[in-house]
Nanobody, 126 residues
Framework: VQLQAYGGGLVQAGGSLRLSCAVS????????MGWFRQAPGKEREFVVA????????YHVDSVKGRFTASRDNAENTVYLQMNSLKPEDTAVYYC????????????????????WGQGTEVTVSS
């Protein structure tokens, strides 16, 4: 399984970006998907997770109401729509795929994901 994230770039505060993550390999719909980010000098942090069917999403508090995850299982792609961007959203964003099931309390744990993309950089200027 390979993941390719793209769509990052430079945007002004208050602007929007849409990240995409294309997943190659079989059975995309069987994977839980997640987005994480890592800001300069900081540890990687969880952003949002989306269930296999796309019906459930789980967000870190700092992005609730601004970021939305979705997926197209026919296109093997997961998306992250980011609105009202803030300078503190500046980071490299990674998509990840997890096999099997996990409990809701664990969806934000990096160890719950088995495959990772290479990251796409998002810079939000003030």
């Amino acid at each position: 399984v390979q993941l390719q994230a793209y769509g990052g770039g430079l945007v002004q505060a208050g602007g929007s970006l849409r990240l995409s993550c294309a997943v190659s390999g079989p059975a995309f719909s069987s994977y839980r998907m997640g987005w994480f980010r890592q800001a300069p000098g900081k540890e990687r942090e969880f952003v949002v997770a989306i269930s296999r069917g796309g019906g459930s999403t789980y967000h870190v508090d700092s992005v609730k109401g601004r970021f939305t995850a979705s997926r197209d299982n026919a296109e093997n792609t997961v998306y992250l729509q980011m609105n009202s961007l803030k300078p503190e959203d500046t980071a490299v964003y990674y998509c990840a795929a997890g096999k099997g099931s996990t409990i809701v309390a664990y969806v934000g744990r990096a160890a719950e994901y088995d495959y990772w993309g290479q990251g796409t950089e998002v810079t939000v200027s003030s």
